[in-house]
């Protein structure tokens, strides 16, 4: 009894002292409506119970959510549920699978029946018929892939309560005749950073300002993964582990819709339906007619309900990366945008408040409404499924005469990764052991070739396969887009610099990893055998010279980084060679136990090393390289140094690049190095480093730390910047030499015989007819002097306002190697570089340009210089740029022959520039490959730094 008075005691004192502290949400005030409105099974805990407020007025984390499928899966027999992945920050990924438990005890077979009807190859009509007249409707509800776009999630977990626990008729017929799977929050990660923001950052009385701390967050906000990704422009280059578990059970399962739920802005109303032109060409147009269906049935409700919604406007679908590359599959992607309420509420222009418990109900109807309609409409739906999936295979469809052939490469660690990538979308690849003769080739750089032949050894992917339309949205060089939506985006361009295209518009795997490929105009089908990845040779001899990686493959640099820092001396042979018999590509890495006189059984670790990175090591036994070719002793041999990175990174910075650069040091070298608040350069020691990136962005850095970075160059540091902090560096006056184009108008004549000097000097054909002649001759023409156009600077400074509004929003152009640099290393001779509104870099004599934009074709027929802007093509060539996506033929002549990466020594330092971001979506890995030797290599082969401090 006592007791008991002294508990009331303290919480009555309780609630009084935390009055005014307490957490106020007034969503459930301001709505009045009802979510979970059914009659509900008593024996199911409702969601509250895993909840500290009323289910739907704030922001679940994910421990709750996760919390309540574990109760639920024990407290029905109408829900299973599976982890599919794991985040980086190990938290569950599910699947939740909600039928009868007929239904869900049959799930196996109902799996393979899906299969089945995917492949016309094996499967006949009247196998299809039974098929679909067995099968129950499939959906994939998914919410929240962007972790600060928190409603999604908040709906699903009243909508497994809804279909679990609901004892109304219409639920559970819809039930047995369907199987529905939510993935109740695709990006845990993103969502529990968001939810710590709205805690931190919550005050006494609630706030409607959508433009405060609580409603946007902080950098690098809740809508990315742990690495900073954005997971919704991942499901075709799967790089992350969220997307990789998901993708599998989704292409699985092969659902008939996938609902894909996200939030906006928050003044926005609602938008779903079915997406406006650009549409990427390969998504069955049956789809866009039953979007239709699904959308008016949605928007009925919303009228009916007094909510404001729209479809279309800014809504296109050219990128393949989105949710929506399940429609390349025959699944109808459905999308919904809630404007973004955070959890108090905001404030609207029309002087109303919008609680988030509204917001919330609106992707909870939203969901049942759609399932309400596929469960109406779902054998039609899978009529036309087959339809597409016989076409895909017939020989009248548009993928039925072409194939794509990968050439083969010592980048075999590269190829690998790309292979797993399409075979993880039942993508079939085969080889070829001879060489097939094959006629009008297209080549990457657009050219055709009449005869032509297929290498033995290259990777071989016919087109006609059952997911046709995923290969040629991936693998062909250009996606189509109208006339129309062309016409539309220059008329935009020309008027306010504006873009109709919401993403890239290229995304061709090949060029993005920077493997040559070609396209074949038939179905190769004979003589080939399945893909398969070559053996590697894991084993390495005690009693070697010297142990060596080719330099062409990627995990060479991984091999040299990961030797390097276990303090093991390593070097780089920085020309082709042979020894013992085996040929090294110019960049191989090589570790000598001469080099390591004190490190004991120095073949394990390299052994090691090499099995970790499944790499091929050759064990030589002889320094001597035949005739010209290098000797172990000789200046070939360079010894590296071990980096130490430092990531410049917080505010200011874009998260997207600072998350790709920590990503590609974890994941594709997994060394150590530290990630920086940029206010440290100006009072932290960074003698600590050797190595410094600055990805992208506009930091907030003084002239004093500016001064200490360069001073810590000049030092013997590397310093490596990407696009943004490019162009801020360049527009210091007192950094380097490497300038922005609009800068340079004045002073063309000298940046083009420069760049004649680099083009001249590599020309093969050498005019030496007049080497021995005594007398003076006068009529010898320099280079730049056929041409017989010049720009004034008046000139070129208009030409340049006009062909800058017109440039590519994430299109791949052609940049030509400085193939002697060590900074193109594992690199082919034409690089294809995602190029978007970049800064464009000039190099004077001071600096090289290691890349620069535009592929030299020879064209004999040309007999003149031919001036573009301040620069010239030399006679006897033509040149292109745009490889893939869309380039306007006015930012192609504005950005030809500029740099993409270069390089400049400042006094024992050096500065290493990217104009773009090289680690792009960790997709890009052929730009990549460029920052990783310049990340392992830089403070070796390009600095005077003789001590690693
Ligand atoms: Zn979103």
């Given at each position: 009894m006592h007791r008991n008075i002294l508990i009331i005691l303290i919480l009555s004192l309780n609630i009084d002292s935390n009055t005014l502290m307490e957490p106020t949400s007034l969503s459930k005030d301001l709505y009045q409506e009802i979510i979970l409105d059914g009659n509900y099974i008593d024996t199911i805990d409702r969601p509250d119970k895993f909840l500290d407020f009323d289910y739907g007025t704030r922001v679940a984390t994910p421990e709750q959510i996760t919390s309540a499928l574990l109760a639920w899966s024990k407290q029905t027999d109408r829900l299973k549920f599976v982890e599919y992945a794991r985040t980086h920050e190990n938290r569950p990924l599910h699947a939740v699978f909600i039928s009868t438990p007929e239904n869900l005890n049959n799930l196996d077979e109902i799996q393979e029946k899906v299969t089945k009807l995917s492949d016309a190859r094996t499967t006949n009509d009247r196998t299809a018929k039974t098929i679909i007249d067995e099968l129950p409707a499939i959906a994939w509800m998914a919410y929240s892939i962007h972790g600060n776009e928190t409603s999604g999630a908040d709906a699903a977990l009243g909508i497994i309560y809804h279909l679990i626990a609901s004892k109304d008729k219409d639920v559970e017929d819809m039930l047995g005749e369907m199987i529905v799977i939510i993935d109740p929050l695709m990006n845990p990660d993103g969502r529990a950073r968001f939810a710590k923001n709205l805690e931190q950052y919550r005050g006494t009385a609630p706030n409607y300002d959508d433009q405060s701390l609580i409603h946007t967050g902080d950098w690098p906000y809740g809508r990315t993964n742990h690495y900073y990704f954005d997971l919704n422009r991942d499901w075709v280059y799967l790089t992350q582990p969220e997307t990789q578990g998901r993708v599998k059970l989704i292409n699985k399962w092969r659902p008939q819709i996938l609902v894909d739920a996200h939030e906006m802005g928050p003044q926005d109303t609602f938008m779903t339906g079915p997406a406006r032109e650009p549409i990427n060409k390969n998504v069955d147009y049956d789809l866009v007619k039953w979007g239709n269906v699904f959308a008016q049935d949605q928007g009925n409700e919303f009228d009916r309900r007094n909510w404001r919604f729209y479809t279309g406007e800014w809504h296109e679908d050219l990128y393949p990366g989105y949710s929506f590359y399940v429609q390349f599959r025959g699944t109808l992607g459905i999308l919904y945008e809630q404007s973004r309420m955070a959890e108090d509420g905001v404030r609207r222009p029309e002087g109303t408040i919008q609680s988030y418990e509204e917001s919330v109900h609106h992707q909870f109807i939203s969901t049942l409404v759609n399932l309400k309609t596929l469960q109406k409409i779902s054998k039609d739906m899978y009529k036309d499924y087959w339809d597409g999936r016989k076409y895909n295979v017939s020989n009248n469809s548009k993928y039925s005469d072409r194939s794509y052939v990968i050439l083969p490469t010592k980048n075999k660690g590269r190829l690998n990764v790309l292979a797993n990538k399409l075979i993880a979308q039942d993508i079939e690849l085969y080889q070829n052991d001879k060489p097939i003769n094959v006629a009008n080739v297209i080549k990457q750089n657009g050219l055709v070739e009449n005869e032509y032949i297929i290498p033995a050894g290259s990777m071989i992917i016919p087109n006609k396969q059952p997911e046709a339309p995923t290969i040629a949205a991936i693998l062909e060089f250009d996606a189509e887009i109208d006339d129309a939506v062309l016409i539309e985006e220059k008329q935009k361009r020309i008027k306010n610099g504006s873009s109709i295209m919401y993403d890239t518009t290229a995304f061709n795997f090949t060029m993005m990893f920077g493997l040559p490929a070609v396209t074949v105009p038939q179905n190769l089908s004979k003589n080939l055998t399945k893909w398969k990845p070559s053996e590697e040779v894991l084993d390495v001899k005690k009693d070697s010279v010297i142990w060596a990686v080719d330099g062409m493959d990627d995990r060479s640099v991984a091999f040299a980084a990961r030797l390097l820092e276990q303090d093991i001396q390593v070097r780089i042979i920085d020309k082709e060679s042979s020894l013992s018999g085996q040929t090294l590509s110019r960049g191989s890495v090589a570790v000598l136990p001469m080099d390591n006189p004190k490190a004991s059984d120095l073949y394990v670790t390299v052994k090691s090393v090499a099995s970790d990175l499944n790499l091929s090591v050759a064990s030589i036994d002889s320094g001597f390289g035949p005739e010209e070719l290098p000797d172990w002793g000789g200046r070939h041999f360079r010894l590296l140094k071990k980096p130490q990175i430092a990531i410049l990174s917080h505010s200011g910075f874009s998260s997207y690049d600072v998350g790709v650069t920590w990503w590609s040091l974890d994941h594709h070298l997994g060394i150590r190095h530290s990630q920086l608040n940029s206010s440290f350069t100006a009072y932290g020691d960074l003698r600590r480093y050797n190595t410094i990136i600055i990805p992208s962005g506009s930091p907030d850095m003084n002239d004093y730390a500016k001064k200490m970075l360069i001073d810590w160059v000049k030092q013997g540091g590397t310093l490596i910047s990407n696009n943004s902090s490019t162009r801020s560096i360049i527009s210091s006056?007192?950094?380097?030499?490497?300038?922005?184009?609009?800068?340079?108008?004045?002073?063309?004549?000298?940046?083009?015989?420069?760049?004649?000097?680099?083009?001249?000097?590599?020309?093969?054909?050498?005019?030496?007819?007049?080497?021995?002649?005594?007398?003076?001759?006068?009529?010898?023409?320099?280079?730049?002097?056929?041409?017989?156009?010049?720009?004034?600077?008046?000139?070129?400074?208009?030409?340049?306002?006009?062909?800058?509004?017109?440039?590519?929003?994430?299109?791949?152009?052609?940049?030509?190697?400085?193939?002697?640099?060590?900074?193109?290393?594992?690199?082919?001779?034409?690089?294809?570089?995602?190029?978007?509104?970049?800064?464009?870099?000039?190099?004077?004599?001071?600096?090289?340009?290691?890349?620069?934009?535009?592929?030299?074709?020879?064209?004999?027929?040309?007999?003149?210089?031919?001036?573009?802007?301040?620069?010239?093509?030399?006679?006897?060539?033509?040149?292109?740029?745009?490889?893939?996506?869309?380039?306007?033929?006015?930012?192609?002549?504005?950005?030809?022959?500029?740099?993409?990466?270069?390089?400049?020594?400042?006094?024992?330092?050096?500065?290493?520039?990217?104009?773009?971001?090289?680690?792009?979506?960790?997709?890009?890995?052929?730009?990549?490959?460029?920052?990783?030797?310049?990340?392992?290599?830089?403070?070796?082969?390009?600095?005077?730094?003789?001590?690693?401090?």
């Open positions: 006056d007192d950094i380097g030499s490497v300038k922005n184009l609009n800068t340079t108008f004045n002073e063309t004549e000298s940046y083009n015989i420069d760049l004649m000097r680099e083009i001249y000097s590599l020309d093969e054909i050498v005019d030496i007819t007049d080497a021995n002649i005594n007398k003076i001759n006068l009529d010898i023409t320099y280079p730049w002097e056929s041409s017989d156009i010049s720009y004034d600077t008046k000139q070129l400074e208009m030409r340049d306002k006009w062909q800058s509004l017109l440039m590519p929003s994430g299109s791949i152009v052609a940049a030509r190697t400085d193939s002697d640099h060590w900074l193109t290393f594992g690199s082919e001779d034409i690089v294809p570089v995602l190029y978007g509104n970049n800064p464009i870099l000039m190099t004077d004599g001071n600096s090289e340009a290691v890349l620069r934009i535009g592929e030299l074709i020879p064209n004999e027929d040309i007999q003149t210089n031919r001036t573009i802007n301040w620069s010239q093509i030399p006679a006897g060539y033509d040149m292109n740029v745009r490889m893939s996506g869309l380039v306007w033929p006015e930012a192609s002549q504005r950005i030809a022959n500029s740099a993409y990466l270069t390089r400049e020594k400042i006094g024992k330092g050096q500065i290493i520039m990217f104009a773009g971001e090289p680690n792009f979506r960790a997709a890009a890995r052929g730009t990549n490959r460029l920052f990783l030797n310049a990340v392992i290599y830089g403070p070796g082969l390009g600095t005077d730094m003789l001590v690693t401090p």
